[in-house]
T-cell receptor, first 119, second 115 residues
Framework: DVKVTQSSRYLVKRTGEKVFLECVQD?????MFWYRQDPGLGLRLIYF???????EKGDIPEGYSVSREKKERFSLILESASTNQTSMYLC??????????????????FGEGSWLTVV | GNSVTQMEGPVTLSEEAFLTINCTYT??????LFWYVQYPGEGLQLLLK?????DKGSNKGFEATYRKETTSFHLEKGSVQVSDSAVYFC??????????????FGTGTRLTIIP
C-alpha cells in the first residue's frame, strides 16, 4: 500500500514562529502536494511539486513556501506563522509522469493530516 | 477555471436509507472525477473514480456515474450503514501532458447515519 506519512499530527505554535511540516511518501511518486482543509471551504491547494527541486504555486500560496530536495520528501514552511494559518494541513502524492506515461485519473494518496494551531 | 459544487450538509439518515450526494462540476477539457471520503480523525481516502464520460465508478456499495451532458457525478448508495458516517468530497483532476494532476475539491458533505 502507498503510504504518505506526515511527521506531526498536532502542533501548537506561536505567532511569528517559523514552522516546518514534513511529509514523506514511500512509492517513488513524482508528484507531491500540500493542501489545507478548513470548514466550509473544503481543501485548497497551497503548493505542488512534480519533480525534485521543482515547485509550483497552488491556489493559496501566500505565507507559505516549500522544499523538495529529495523525491520522497516534501516540506511545507510557514516563514512567520499567523493565526489565520490555524488549519489542518494535508500532504498528498501521485504517480505523475510525462507524455505517454500519463495515466488518466491517477489516484492521489493523502496523509493523515497535521493539525496546526497558531496562538 | 475549474470548480466543483457539491450538496451542502450536514446530511443525517437512518441506517438502510438510500443516499444521494449531488456533485456538479465546471472544467475545461476532459477531467477525471473522484469521490474521496474522510473518516473522523483521518486523512482522505479515495472512494471511487471515473476517467471518461459514462464511466461508472463503484466501491463499498457506493456508485457514481460521469455524466458529461449534465456535468455531474452524483454519489449514491442503496443502503447506508452507521460505518458510512464520514465527510465526502467530490473532486476533479485537471491533468495535463505532464501528469501534473491537481485536484479541485468541493466543500465536502458531512454524513451521519443513525442506527
Amino acid at each position: 500500500d502507498v503510504k504518505v506519512t506526515q511527521s506531526s499530527r498536532y502542533l501548537v505554535k506561536r505567532t511569528g514562529e517559523k514552522v516546518f511540516l514534513e511529509c514523506v511518501q514511500d512509492m517513488d511518486h513524482e508528484n507531491m502536494f500540500w493542501y489545507r482543509q478548513d470548514p466550509g471551504l473544503g481543501l485548497r491547494l497551497i503548493y505542488f511539486s512534480y519533480d525534485v527541486k521543482m515547485k509550483e504555486k497552488g491556489d493559496i500560496p501566500e505565507g507559505y513556501s516549500v522544499s523538495r530536495e529529495k523525491k520522497e520528501r516534501f516540506s511545507l514552511i510557514l516563514e512567520s506563522a499567523s493565526t489565520n494559518q490555524t488549519s489542518m494541513y494535508l500532504c498528498a502524492s501521485s504517480l505523475g509522469g510525462t507524455g505517454s506515461q500519463v495515466v488518466a485519473g491517477n489516484t492521489i494518496y493523502f496523509g493523515e493530516g497535521s493539525w496546526l494551531t497558531v496562538v | 477555471g475549474n470548480s466543483v459544487t457539491q450538496m451542502e450538509g450536514p446530511v443525517t439518515l437512518s441506517e438502510e436509507a438510500f443516499l444521494t450526494i449531488n456533485c456538479t462540476y465546471t472544467a475545461t477539457g476532459y477531467p477525471s472525477l473522484f469521490w474521496y471520503v474522510q473518516y473522523p480523525g483521518e486523512g482522505l481516502q479515495l472512494l471511487l473514480k471515473a476517467t471518461k464520460a459514462d464511466d461508472k465508478g463503484s466501491n463499498k456499495g457506493f456508485e457514481a456515474t460521469y455524466r458529461k451532458e449534465t456535468t455531474s457525478f452524483h454519489l449514491e448508495k442503496g443502503s447506508v450503514q452507521v460505518s458510512d458516517s464520514a465527510v465526502y468530497f467530490c473532486a476533479l483532476s485537471s491533468g495535463s501532458n505532464f501528469g501534473n494532476e491537481k485536484l479541485t475539491f468541493g466543500t465536502g458533505t458531512r454524513l451521519t447515519i443513525i442506527p
